[in-house]
């Protein structure tokens, strides 16, 4: 464990650790909370840990949490193997105790509740996450007659915590629905729904869920699309679904007669799930009315009351920040992947040649990136290929991929030059008249030679090599013609590099997303493709290029995929 003396480098990464998007999680817990690292140092207080203990952050953040903290009933330090909270942090596991104390700044022991958690601090890196609130040392357990809560303080505010950190952390509406439904059934309800408000103000049953055990059961023949919201109905959904209120329902709630559609469906919900008792919370964001959650009792004893309504309407509005956020992800990424698609061009037919081009999207990034494909005929007859990627993933390198492509159609058409002085004339334009910081892009040219023989001349700046793969799967990376990339101001003059595509054979240009994979060398990459493009090299041409797809874009791809494949005729 560390001690209080530590080297002025080692203070620095300690603080520096991810306190600063830890304490934002913190800020929103109501109560005393803290975060610990693997060693029991504290990373991240919040607030209401400042006051109770009386000291601000900086006398805390890098502490160890057991030597500073934990103390026995008379204030005195307790030992390790006395302490609760310290075999639970070991284990690694969540546990709670009613009653144990802190060290306050005036050196007097305050007795406090606390709970902890694991809790992930990144990819590799783990925590723990400490829950506490203040007690006075006469107090016990409810006393009869007070009406009981869902849960216990401590893990009311564990559930709440939980919900913030894994919503949050995902921008998939399906997948936030899925968590949201994990969170609270069966902790809550047997019984979980919840109906959605569509971009088009329509309401859709998105989410039927029966908790059967440890399994989650989907009622898909209970989902589908509800009756429009009733503006005046005073019952519990419609209110939910404008926003109005909270409410508790049961079947008793629907038996009289329906004023909306929507009662006619929620009397057939409570007829074919057989729950008791609901409490029924509106999901908002900052903007709107998202939908609704319903929790439901069918199976479990008792009945939601009144006092439990704040704890679901707090699950309900974390939910509702954490579907909008997918939301607004969703649409950025659908209006970026449009104007990818429309941006990216159709081929021309070339008589005697087949092509196949794909692009496939970041599978994680908001925004499209600059990788991009083209092909078209020249003037002379020729056929142009190109292949590049802008640097950047955002609609800025989206627009510099539409001016680079723009620009190298103009030139390649209009001026009867090779590939090496085409790029040369691009770059020297991209410099002074785009916005583009530097790209990648290979140029070749493509032309039928005597006895239906193809030639191949090309330029490279700066991308990853042409790969050519015979009909008997012989496969060869072409690393003629290769300069610097485009954006440089280096002024070099470029070179071509020529080669004869045999027949059956077939070119793949391709961008980094192909191959590159975070850990792995770039060779590791480029000889992954050349073995499954060999092994692939007879099969037809749409098919090489979706199973060399799959097989070659790694697991682990953070970024977008453009290829371009080019077949010889077996024969003249």
Sequence with gaps: MAGPKRTQSHERR?????AAAVAEVLEAIGTGAYVVDEQGRILAVNSRTERFLDRPAGDLLGHDAHDLLHRDAHGQPLPRTQCRMRQAFHAGCTAQAEEDYFAHADGTARPISWLITPFALGECERGTLVLFHGRPPQETDARPGQGATLLPELERLALLAATTT???????VDEALRRLVTLVAPRL??????DLITERDEVWRAVVVEADGDALVPREDLQGPMPPVPEESPMPLSRALRGVASTLAGPQTYQGPPDSGIAVEQRRL?????????AIAPIRSTRAVLGALTLGRARQPGDFKTADLPLIEDIARRAGLALDNARLYQRQRKVA?????HLLPQMPRMSGLQMAVRYLPAPDASQVGGDWYDAFSLSDGATALAIGDVVGHDLEAAAGMAQVRNMLRAYAWALPEPPSRIVERLDEAVMHITDVTM?????????????????????NAGHPPPLLISHDGLADYLTGGHGILLGTGAGE?????????PPGSTLLLYTDGLIEEPGHTLDEGLHRLRRHAAALAHRP????????????????????????????????
């Design 189 to 194: 309800a047997d019984w979980v729904i919840i």
């Design 14 to 18: 300690v603080l520096s650790t991810p």
């Design 270 to 278: 409570f007829e074919a799930t057989g729950v008791h008792s609901a």
């Design 493 to 501: 003059r470029r070179t071509d590099g020529t080669a004869t595509l």
């Design 166 to 172: 894994q919503l949050t952390s995902t921008l998939d």
């Design 439 to 459: 790209a990648t892009m290979i140029l070749a040219r493509v032309e039928e030679a005597d006895e239906g023989r193809w030639n191949l001349s090309w330029s």
């Design 337 to 341: 992947e449009t104007m990818q698609n």
């Design 541 to 572: 041409l749409d098919s090489f290029t979706d199973r060399l797809l799959r097989r070659v874009r790694p697991a682990a791809n953070d970024d977008d995929v453009a290829l371009l494949a080019l077949r010889a005729p077996t024969r003249p």
